[in-house]
Antibody, heavy 118, light 113 residues
Framework: EVQLVESGGGLVQPGGSLRLSCAASGFTFSDHYMDWVRQAPGKGLEWVGRSRTKANSYTTEYAASVKGRFTISRDDSMSTLFLQMDSLKTEDTAVYYC?????????WGQGTLVTVSS | DIVMTQSPDSLAVSLGERATINCKSSQSVLYSSNNENYLAWYQQKPGQPPKLLIYWASTRESGVPDRFSGSGSGTDFTLTISSLQAEDVAVYYCQQYYGTLRTFGQGTKLEIK
C-alpha cells in the first residue's frame, strides 16, 4: 500500500524557516517524480514544485510564488522528500501535501499545516 | 503558465440527477505526438486530501465509480456525474500536466439541492 506521511509543520514567524519531510512507503520511491502541493485555509490547490529522479539529475521546478525561497530535495536511501522553506510570508500559510507524480498526481499524503504568523 | 478556469464555482444538484462541471485551459493541453489530453480531475471531501478521479481527460482511476466520466479535448473539458449520490458532495478540481509548471482550476463546490 502506497503511503505518504508529511511532518514538520507548525507555527513560524514571518521571515522564518521551516523544513517539511515526507516519508514514502509501498513503492519504489527512487523511480518517481515527487511534488509538493499546498492549500491555503478555505482556498484551492496550488502546485509548489517538483523533484525529478536521479535519472533526470534530481532537477527541480518551482511555482513562481515560491521560487528562490523554497528548495525541494530528496533522499532516495530513506525514501524521503523534503521541502525547505525560507523567508516565509503570511501568504505561505497552508496545508502542504506531498504527492506522487505520474504526470498527474495519483497518491497524496494527509498534509501538514504550516502557519506563518507573528 | 497555463491558466485553468472552471465553471461554475458552485453547483447544487438533486440526488439521482446529472452534475456537469466544466474546465477551460488558456492553451491547448492536447499533445499532438501521442494525441493525449494532459488533463486530470480530482475530488476533495472536507478534511481530506484530494483524490484522483480521471486522468488523460477521460480515463477513470481504478476504483472510481462509473457514474464519473470525463470528456473534452484541446482546451475544453467536462466532468460528468451521471446520477448524483450523497457521497459525491465535494469540491472538484481540474489540473493540467501539459506544462512544466502544473496548474489547477479554482475548484467547483458540488452540493445537494
Amino acid at each position: 500500500e502506497v503511503q505518504l506521511v508529511e511532518s514538520g509543520g507548525g507555527l513560524v514567524q514571518p521571515g522564518g524557516s521551516l523544513r517539511l519531510s515526507c516519508a514514502a512507503s509501498g513503492f519504489t520511491f527512487s523511480d518517481h517524480y515527487m511534488d509538493w502541493v499546498r492549500q491555503a485555509p478555505g482556498k484551492g490547490l496550488e502546485w509548489v514544485g517538483r523533484s525529478r529522479t536521479k535519472a533526470n539529475s534530481y532537477t527541480t521546478e518551482y511555482a513562481a510564488s515560491v521560487k528562490g525561497r523554497f528548495t525541494i530535495s530528496r533522499d532516495d536511501s530513506m525514501s524521503t522528500l523534503f521541502l525547505q522553506m525560507d523567508s516565509l510570508k503570511t501568504e505561505d500559510t497552508a496545508v502542504y501535501y506531498c504527492v506522487r507524480e505520474l504526470n498527474y498526481f495519483d497518491y497524496w499524503g494527509q498534509g501538514t499545516l504550516v502557519t506563518v504568523s507573528s | 503558465d497555463i491558466v485553468m478556469t472552471q465553471s461554475p464555482d458552485s453547483l447544487a444538484v438533486s440526488l439521482g440527477e446529472r452534475a456537469t462541471i466544466n474546465c477551460k485551459s488558456s492553451q491547448s493541453v492536447l499533445y499532438s505526438s501521442n494525441n493525449e489530453n494532459y488533463l486530470a480531475w480530482y475530488q476533495q471531501k472536507p478534511g481530506q486530501p484530494p483524490k484522483l478521479l480521471i486522468y488523460w481527460a477521460s480515463t477513470r482511476e481504478s476504483g472510481v465509480p462509473d457514474r464519473f466520466s470525463g470528456s473534452g479535448s484541446g482546451t475544453d473539458f467536462t466532468l460528468t456525474i451521471s446520477s448524483l449520490q450523497a457521497e459525491d458532495v465535494a469540491v472538484y478540481y481540474c489540473q493540467q500536466y501539459y506544462g512544466t509548471l502544473r496548474t489547477f482550476g479554482q475548484g467547483t463546490k458540488l452540493e445537494i439541492k
